[in-house]
C-alpha cells in the first residue's frame, strides 16, 4: 500500500511477488511441495529458477523438502522453502534442525485455515507455532509478518539477510490473503538491512586450505548441549533487542488503539479511517516482527491509549503477546477463526462499544 | 476515484483473465490496484470469481463488499452474489447461460447475450472482452478504450485471437450505445 | 613398495566409539581409503545419518554434515545441486534408509541424483538397543520381536532395498556385497569406489548395500556374527554387482 512513484510497478500476486524477490536476494536453492494457497509461489520458483541457471527441486514430501534446504544451507548458499500450514507442522522437524545447526535458511507460510487439513482460507492461526519455536527444543524463528505483496518482497529479502546474519532460519508468515492477492509491486526491492554479513566459514564446501568442518546438532558429553543452548539463548537475546519491527497509522493523539497484523491489518487500516470520520481517535499498530514481538513499540504508544482492541484471524493468539507487553492495560479482542476475517464494520462496532 | 468490480462466471469463461487485465489497465494509468481472486479445486465446476478493486488512493481490504461493476457470467454466481449487487450498480449479466428469466431493477443493468455474440466473434472464450464493451459503453470513466485496446495489443501475440477480441470489444460497446438493452 | 597399510589421510586417527566386531569401523576406512585414492579429500562432503554412525565427522578428517532420521538423501539432494561440482555422499544405517528413509530413498533413486549411498544393514536398530528393522531376517530376535520375527503376526518381510530400486531408470549402480570375511572386504572397496567414480562420471544414483555385522545386538561373537552373515544372512540379501 506504499506509494513509491520512482519505481517500475508490475502486477504481481503476493506468491510471485516473494518468489521474486528470493530470486533477487541471491536465492540459489528452493525446494517445495504442494499445498493450496502457496502453489503459485512454487510454480513460480520452477519457472524462474531454471531461467536463472539455479537449482529447483519438487519433493517428494514437505520433510524431503525443508532437508533439502537443509543441505543447500549446509554448504552456505541461499535457500527457501514455502509451503501453508500443514505442510509447515510437517516441516517443523526440519526448522528444529535448522535453529539447532546454525543454518541460514528462509521458509514461507502462506497460512490457512486449522486444525488438520483445516481449509484453504486465510488465516492466523499458526501465530503460536511461529513465535514459539514450532518444532521441538529451545529455539526461536524470526518471524516477519507483511501485509501487502510489495511488502512482502522487502521482508523476503529481510528475511535473507537476518538468516544469514545471525545463522539461523527466518519465516515468513503470510497468509492467504497476501499470497493470493495481485498488487502493483515496486522493482526492484528495497533491501532494509543495512549490517554487514559475516563469512560463512562454517560451510560445508571441502576441506581445501582449512581443517574440516562439520555441521551438527547432536551434542553429547557433560554439559556440551547446555553450553550450545546458552550460546543460542544470548542470539535469541540480541534479535529480541535489535530486530523488533513495526508501523503506526495515526497514532499520534489515538485513544483507541487497534492492533493487528498481515491481511488483518489492512482491514483494521479501514476502520481506522472509518473511526476517524466518525471524530473517533482511532489508530492502528502493525507489528511487522510477530518475534521478536515488537513490545518496546507498543508499550510506548501505549501510554496515551484509553483502550487496545487486538483483531485477528483467529481465536486470540497474538493477544497474548499484547496482554504480556501491557500488563496493565484495558485490551480487548475481536477475532474469528477458520478462514472468518473481522471485517471493518466490524472492528468499528467494536471499538463503539468500548466508548 | 474508487471502484469495487465483481467478475463471477464458471472456471474457463476467462473470469480471472479478465480481471487481471482489468487490474493491469488499471495500473498502466497509474491508479492504485488490488485483485483478489477465488481459489483452489473445490471452486471448479462451481463459480470463479473474483474483485478487482481500483483507487486513486491505496487500498486496504481487497474483498469483495458491495460491488460498483458486476459482469455475472452464469447462473449460479447470479444466485451467489445477488444480495451483495447495489441497486445503483453497473450489472451485467450473460442471458446465454440464465437458466431463469432474470428481471433487474438496477439502473444501469444489462442482460445480454454475451456468449452468443462471442460465437459471431468467431470465439466463445471472447464472452468475457463483450462483457467488457459493454461495460465502457455503461460508463466510460472507469476504463479508457484506447487503454483497453492497448492491452488486449499487448496481451495477444496470435493476430486473430487479437482481431476477435477487439472485435468482440467494439460488437460489446455497440450494443449498448444502440440501446437494445433491458 | 606402496605400504597399504597406513591409515587413509581421510581417517582421523582416533578411536572410535564403536562395540568391538562392528562393522562401521571398516566401512569408515574403507570410504575413507577411496576417496583418498581418488583425490577427492577436498571436495567431498559426506552426510551422516541417524544411528550408530551419526558420529561419523569424528572419524572421517573431510566436510561432513548430520541429518535428521532418514533424510540424509534429501540433505544430500540440496548439498549436490547446491554445489554440483563437489563431491558427496550418504552413509545410512538400515532403520535410516530402508523404514523412516525409504521415501527419500526410492525418490532420491528415482531423480536419478548424482550421489553415492552407502547402506549399511545390520537386520537391525543398533542405537537404540536392537529393534526390529525393515532388514531383520525373519526368525531373528529383537527387542521388538521378541519371539522372533514372523509374518504370521503382522511384522512383514525383510525388506530387499536393492532389488528395490533396481527398475528405477534414475539408478545408475547398485552392489551388494558383506565385509564377513577379508575377500568381501575387499570387494567392497571395489564397489565404494565404482559408486564414487560413477559420480565424477555423473552417471546418476549408485548405491553399494554392505551386510556388515552388529555382534552386541545379535548377542553373538565377533566370529559368530560373520558367520551368521555368511550362513543366514546370504541367503536372503543374495551378493554381487545388481545393477551396474
Request: hydrophobic residues 40%.
Amino acid at each position: 500500500m506504499e506509494k513509491n512513484k520512482k519505481l517500475t510497478k508490475v502486477l504481481m500476486s503476493g506468491n510471485e511477488a516473494m518468489g521474486e524477490a528470493a530470486i533477487r536476494a541471491g536465492c540459489k536453492f528452493y525446494s517445495g511441495y504442494p499445498i493450496t494457497p502457496q502453489n503459485e509461489l512454487t510454480a513460480y520458483m520452477a519457472r524462474r529458477m531454471r531461467e536463472e541457471g539455479r537449482a529447483f527441486v519438487q519433493a517428494e514430501s514437505e520433510l524431503a523438502a525443508i532437508n533439502m534446504i537443509f543441505g543447500a544451507a549446509v554448504t552456505g548458499v541461499r535457500t527457501m522453502t514455502s509451503s501453508s500450514s500443514p505442510g509447515i507442522s510437517l516441516k517443523q522437524e526440519g526448522i528444529s534442525y535448522l535453529a539447532g545447526c546454525q543454518l541460514p535458511a528462509v521458509i514461507i507460510n502462506v497460512m490457512r485455515g486449522g486444525p488438520g487439513l483445516g481449509n484453504i482460507d486465510s488465516s492466523q492461526s499458526d501465530y503460536f507455532q511461529s513465535t514459539r519455536g514450532g518444532g521441538h527444543g529451545d529455539y526461536f524463528t524470526p518471524t516477519l509478518a507483511p501485509w501487502s505483496a510489495e511488502e512482502a518482497t522487502k521482508l523476503v529479502v529481510l528475511a535473507f539477510d537476518l538468516a544469514d546474519y545471525y545463522r539461523t532460519p527466518v519465516l515468513v508468515l503470510a497468509d492467504a490473503i497476501i499470497g493470493q492477492m495481485m498488487e502493483p509491486v515496486g522493482l526492484p526491492f528495497e533491501r532494509m538491512f543495512k549490517k554487514k554479513l559475516p563469512k560463512k566459514t562454517w560451510a560445508l564446501t571441502g576441506a581445501k586450505k582449512r581443517p574440516a568442518n562439520a555441521v551438527m546438532s547432536l551434542l553429547l558429553g557433560d554439559r556440551v548441549l547446555q553450553r550450545h543452548n546458552e550460546r543460542l539463548g544470548r542470539k535469541w537475546d540480541k534479535i529480541k533487542e535489535k530486530e523488533q519491527r513495526f508501523d503506526t497509522y495515526k497514532v499520534q493523539d489515538a485513544k483507541y488503539l487497534i492492533v493487528a497484523y498481515g491481511s488483518q491489518a489492512r482491514i483494521a487500516f479501514e476502520a481506522v479511517d472509518i473511526l476517524r470520520k466518525q471524530n473517533i481517535k482511532a489508530g492502528l499498530f502493525r507489528p511487522i516482527s510477530l518475534w521478536p514481538y515488537p513490545e518496546k513499540g507498543l508499550k510506548e504508544l501505549a501510554k496515551g491509549v484509553k483502550k487496545v482492541l487486538v483483531v485477528e484471524q483467529s481465536l486470540g493468539q497474538m493477544v497474548e503477546d499484547v496482554r504480556a507487553a501491557l500488563p496493565l492495560g484495558e485490551i480487548s479482542f475481536l477475532g474469528k477463526a477458520g478462514g472468518g476475517i473481522p471485517l471493518a464494520k466490524e472492528i468499528v462496532g467494536a471499538i463503539k462499544k468500548s466508548l | 476515484m474508487k471502484v469495487e468490480i465483481l467478475i463471477s462466471g464458471f472456471g474457463g469463461q476467462g473470469i480471472m483473465s479478465l480481471g487481471k487485465f482489468l487490474a493491469k489497465a488499471a495500473l498502466s494509468e497509474g491508479k492504485e490496484v488490488t485483485y483478489f481472486p477465488s481459489y483452489g479445486a473445490e471452486m471448479r465446476g462451481g463459480t470463479a470469481h473474483c474483485c478487482v478493486k481500483i483507487s486513486d488512493s491505496p487500498i486496504a481490504s481487497p474483498f469483495e463488499e458491495h460491488p460498483d461493476v458486476a459482469l455475472i457470467f452464469n447462473q449460479p454466481s447470479l444466485d451467489k452474489f445477488k444480495k451483495k449487487i447495489k441497486k445503483d450498480s453497473i450489472l451485467i449479466l450473460n442471458s446465454d447461460l440464465m437458466s431463469e428469466q432474470v428481471s433487474i431493477n438496477n439502473s444501469r443493468g444489462a442482460c445480454l447475450s454475451l456468449s452468443k455474440i462471442a460465437i459471431d466473434c468467431g470465439n466463445i472464450k471472447v464472452a468475457n472482452v463483450v462483457a467488457l464493451g459493454a461495460l465502457i459503453a455503461l460508463d466510460p470513466s472507469i476504463f479508457k478504450k484506447e487503454t483497453l485496446v492497448k492491452g488486449l495489443k499487448l496481451t495477444f501475440k496470435n493476430q486473430n485471437t487479437l482481431k476477435q477480441n477487439l472485435l468482440a470489444l467494439d460488437k460489446g460497446q455497440a450494443l449498448l450505445s444502440s440501446k437494445t438493452y433491458l | 613398495m606402496k605400504n597399504e597399510f597406513l591409515p587413509p589421510k581421510s581417517l582421523r586417527d582416533v578411536n572410535t566409539h564403536y562395540c568391538s566386531g562392528c562393522g562401521h569401523g571398516i566401512l569408515h576406512r574403507l570410504v575413507a581409503q577411496v576417496i583418498d585414492e581418488l583425490g577427492l579429500r577436498e571436495r567431498v562432503i559426506g552426510v551422516a545419518p541417524v544411528g550408530c554412525a551419526v558420529l561419523a565427522y569424528n572419524y572421517w578428517d573431510f566436510d561432513v554434515s548430520e541429518a535428521a532420521h532418514g533424510r540424509a538423501l534429501a540433505v544430500a539432494t540440496g548439498i549436490k545441486r547446491s554445489r554440483p561440482e563437489k563431491i558427496v555422499f550418504t552413509y545410512q544405517g538400515d532403520g535410516d534408509l530402508a523404514s523412516i528413509g525409504i521415501a527419500e530413498t526410492l525418490h532420491t533413486a528415482n531423480r536419478g541424483e548424482n550421489l553415492t549411498c552407502v547402506f549399511v544393514n545390520n537386520a537391525c536398530y543398533g542405537m537404540t538397543g536392537g529393534q526390529m528393522a525393515p532388514t531383520t531376517m525373519i526368525g531373528q530376535k529383537t527387542t521388538t520381536t521378541p519371539w522372533g520375527r514372523d509374518p504370521a503376526f503382522g511384522e512383514g518381510w525383510p525388506l530387499k532395498v536393492s532389488e528395490l530400486l533396481a527398475p528405477l531408470k534414475g539408478v545408475s549402480y547398485l552392489a551388494r556385497s558383506s565385509i564377513s570375511k577379508p575377500q568381501g572386504v575387499r570387494q567392497t572397496y571395489q564397489y565404494i569406489k565404482k559408486a564414487f567414480i560413477n559420480q565424477i562420471e555423473k552417471k546418476g544414483f549408485s548405491m553399494v548395500e554392505v551386510l556388515s555385522p552388529c555382534p552386541t545386538i545379535w548377542k553373538k561373537t565377533p566370529i559368530e556374527a560373520a558367520k551368521w552373515i555368511d550362513q543366514e544372512m546370504v541367503k536372503e540379501f543374495p551378493l554381487g554387482v545388481i545393477k551396474e
